[in-house]
């Protein structure tokens, strides 16, 4: 028998991949572009083939801070020469260090960390219902979501989520669970009964349509929540963390939730969720009722607050506020001039959405890979509207070369 040579880096050969290789092997859960970013740089970012892109979706409101943003870099560098991941049998100081930060930043006095918006959504409906089950009963267990909403891709949150597309074939769903409209208040009022234990809503719906919430929508949740002993769970997952010009956008309202998720921007990049809360909620929770593996890990706690520190000061914000204004106005140009196309613009701070006119619907995907052909990265929110999220820290020069390149892309369309 022949010896086995030991496996080193010497003899291990790393095969050439391009956009035809995610065929043959990923699960066809994507059907991603045809090219392939391999760099970037604030928001910019070349394919395998040198091509230079404006990256106008941040990875779905993710990389906020650009792309290699360096004080991110310096961050995730340091603590990677000190400890990378601990049990939750340990906790580590970046861990406590963002939970201090988060709950000093808002009106929560409690943080869970998981992996994700999904994970943190999950936790948030876990414990709606511990808390409910403990203080009223096992009867006390409905949730209310929206119709049009998205809260994530397990089951549990799928199944809140109000879009049948994500849930068909997934059958039987959990039950206890109802959808109304999205900013319809005699909905909300005929909906949220006795056995209702929380309701949960974002506050800008993303993969909605990039429609914002009405202030008296909101107050009116509030009230009915209060009423009936219910919990109010804001889901930012994508319009929190500075995206629409505060913090989390719950305090543009003035209207605080019980339970409030956050993830995508929290680690511009990386894999990091969180879950806030007050004291009293949090208590439903008992050691080993909830958990994972990843959560509160010391890599992605050290990202994470470091991310929270740049973000989270006046002069950033009114920056975002400003930008927000600028995009806007650009985009309602665009509306002005390519009125066949477009019927409006939605959205706050910058997370805004292009409404396509009634004779273009369903043409959104055509118009995010006409763009993208001439080097602007754009996304959608489902069929009908253009969804922009550029990095927080985009320029004013950034936004005059998006509105160049949307305006040569929309000059080919009839």
């Known amino acids: 028998m022949s010896a086995v040579s030991p496996i080193?880096?010497?003899?291990?050969?790393?095969?050439?991949?391009?956009?035809?290789?995610?065929?043959?092997?990923?699960?066809?859960?994507?059907?991603?572009?045809?090219?392939?970013?391999?760099?970037?740089?604030?928001?910019?970012?070349?394919?395998?083939?040198?091509?230079?892109?404006?990256?106008f979706t941040s990875g779905i409101a993710v990389t906020s801070l650009g792309h290699a943003h360096p004080a991110i870099v310096e961050a995730l560098c340091a603590q990677a020469?000190?400890?990378?991941?601990?049990?939750?049998?340990?906790?580590?100081?970046?861990?406590?260090?963002l939970a201090q930060a988060l709950t000093q930043a808002t009106f929560a006095d409690r943080a869970f960390f998981c992996n994700s918006g999904a994970e943190a959504n999950e936790a948030a409906f876990k414990l709606a219902r511990k808390y409910a089950h403990g203080k009223f009963g096992s009867q006390k267990s409905r949730i209310i979501s929206c119709l049009n909403s998205f809260h994530g891709r397990t089951l549990f949150t799928v199944s809140v989520g109000g879009q049948e597309k994500y849930t068909e074939g997934f059958e039987p769903l959990p039950p206890a669970i109802s959808h109304i409209a999205f900013n319809d208040i005699e909905a909300a009022r005929a909906a949220i009964k006795d056995d209702v234990c929380a309701v949960v809503v974002e506050p800008i719906q993303g993969e909605g349509g990039v429609t914002p919430a009405t202030l008296e929508y909101l107050q009116a949740l509030r009230a009915f929540c209060d009423e009936k002993g219910a919990l109010l769970i804001f889901d930012e997952v994508q319009c929190g963390m500075g995206r629409t010009g505060t913090l989390y956008t719950y305090m543009q309202y003035g209207v605080a939730p019980d339970i409030l998720t956050s993830a995508k921007a929290l680690g511009n990049g990386y894999p990091i969720g969180a879950m806030l809360t007050t004291n009293e909620i949090a208590q439903a929770f008992s050691v080993g009722s909830h958990g994972t593996t990843y959560g509160g890990n010391?890599?992605?706690?050290?990202?994470?607050?470091?991310?929270?520190?740049?973000?989270?000061?006046?002069?950033?914000?009114?920056?975002?506020?400003?930008?927000?204004i600028?995009?806007?106005?650009?985009?309602?140009?665009?509306?002005?001039?390519?009125?066949?196309?477009?019927?409006?613009v939605r959205g706050t701070g910058l997370l805004l959405g292009l409404v396509l006119a009634e004779g273009c619907r369903g043409r959104a995907k055509d118009v995010r890979n006409a763009a993208e052909a001439k080097g602007l990265m754009l996304l959608i929110a489902g069929p009908d509207v253009i969804r922009i999220a550029p990095a927080l820290i985009v320029s004013d020069e950034q936004i005059a070369t998006a509105e160049r390149l949307l305006r040569d892309t929309l000059n080919t369309f009839n």
Do not use: C
């Open 8 to 55: 080193t880096s010497a003899n291990i050969t790393t095969p050439s991949v391009t956009r035809a290789t995610f065929d043959d092997v990923m699960v066809p859960t994507y059907a991603p572009s045809t090219m392939v970013p391999v760099r970037g740089s604030g928001l910019d970012l070349w394919d395998q083939n040198g091509k230079h892109y404006l990256d």
């Open 81 to 97: 020469n000190n400890v990378w991941h601990l049990s939750n049998g340990y906790t580590n100081e970046p861990v406590l260090k």
């Open 298 to 324: 010391p890599l992605a706690a050290s990202v994470a607050l470091k991310v929270l520190e740049i973000i989270n000061t006046p002069s950033f914000l009114t920056r975002v506020q400003q930008a927000g």
């Open 326 to 344: 600028l995009m806007k106005n650009m985009l309602q140009s665009i509306v002005d001039d390519y009125s066949h196309l477009f019927s409006g």
